[in-house]
């Protein structure tokens, strides 16, 4: 019986993918990967491999949940080294538990390859510490999209925390994203930075606060929303914190900033 490996490709940009990483793309005989992975980093998957794309793009699957498991199962029973490659890592918000439990009943052996999360990734690009002993004692990495069905989210608890707030999946309208925020208690003054596209060519960041978030159109997909005294640290230590949006530009050039 083969392998599967449930593979994290990181925020996007090849050199953050792992080494082991990206040795595995190169010997594995099946990659079944997701839409948000970059063509840089399925360039490293070797000739021989069958690529299947099971990504979602406009709101269109592909493939299902299900079919996807099935197609794991089947590839590792039939004797493959198999790569499941997810954008960021597979243990967050990448449907990994669904597919572990499938392999687990099927008796089909894998393991979990870590990556760079979006959270990791947006931080680094805007330059903020998730943690700061000043700030903040932790961070809370949480969704702002839940399937349908499943319960609400507990703002309020989250709030009452301290923590600074990773939320993944903001949307495309941050209007609701405010209104939850405010409602469990969370101050309009607090510091936002919105990342889109960490760590690639497009990526953007946008400063502002919780107050002023809902006057922002939402930068595209995939981004991240970060919320928390951390961030007004490291907003303070460049500009005052007003709102501005500004694009990093690749290593060796000078950033543009946009006053907004």
């Known amino acids: 019986m083969g392998r599967v490996f449930l593979v994290g490709a990181g925020p996007g940009d090849p050199e953050?993918?792992?080494?082991?990483?990206?040795?595995?793309l190169a010997e594995a005989d099946v990659v079944l990967h997701d839409a948000l992975v970059p063509e840089?980093?399925?360039r490293l998957i070797g000739s021989k491999a069958q690529i299947i794309d099971v990504g979602k793009r406009n709101g269109t699957k592909f493939h299902t949940q299900d079919e996807i498991n099935e197609l794991l199962v089947a590839y590792g029973r039939a004797n493959h080294t198999v790569v499941r490659l997810k954008g960021g890592d597979p243990s967050l918000?990448?449907?990994?538990?669904?597919?572990?439990?499938?392999l687990?009943?099927?008796g089909v052996d894998f393991e979990i390859v870590p990556g760079i999360t979006a959270a990791m990734a947006g931080a680094a690009a805007a330059r903020i510490s998730l943690t700061d002993r000043r700030h903040a004692a932790s961070v809370v990495f949480v969704t702002a999209r839940r399937r349908a069905g499943a319960d609400e989210i507990r703002w309020s608890k989250l709030v009452e925390a301290g923590s600074t707030l990773a939320i993944y999946m903001p949307g495309a309208n941050y209007s609701e994203l405010c209104?939850?925020?405010r409602d469990a208690g969370l101050?309009?003054?607090t510091p936002c930075a919105v990342v889109s596209a960490a760590s690639r060519g497009d990526q953007q960041v946008l400063w502002t606060d919780l107050l002023s978030l809902p006057n922002h159109a939402g930068l595209p997909a995939p981004s991240i929303v970060i919320a928390g005294e951390c961030?007004?640290?490291?907003?303070?230590?460049?500009?005052p914190l007003d709102a501005y949006r500004h694009l990093l530009a690749p290593a060796g050039q000078e950033c543009e900033y946009m006053r907004e």
């Open 16 to 24: 953050l993918l792992t080494i082991r990483a990206a040795r595995l």
């Open 40 to 42: 840089g980093i399925l």
């Open 93 to 102: 918000f990448g449907r990994a538990g669904e597919e572990i439990e499938a």
């Open 104 to 106: 687990f009943s099927a």
């Open 179 to 181: 209104e939850r925020l």
């Open 187 to 189: 101050d309009g003054s």
């Open 231 to 239: 961030a007004r640290a490291a907003g303070e230590a460049r500009l």
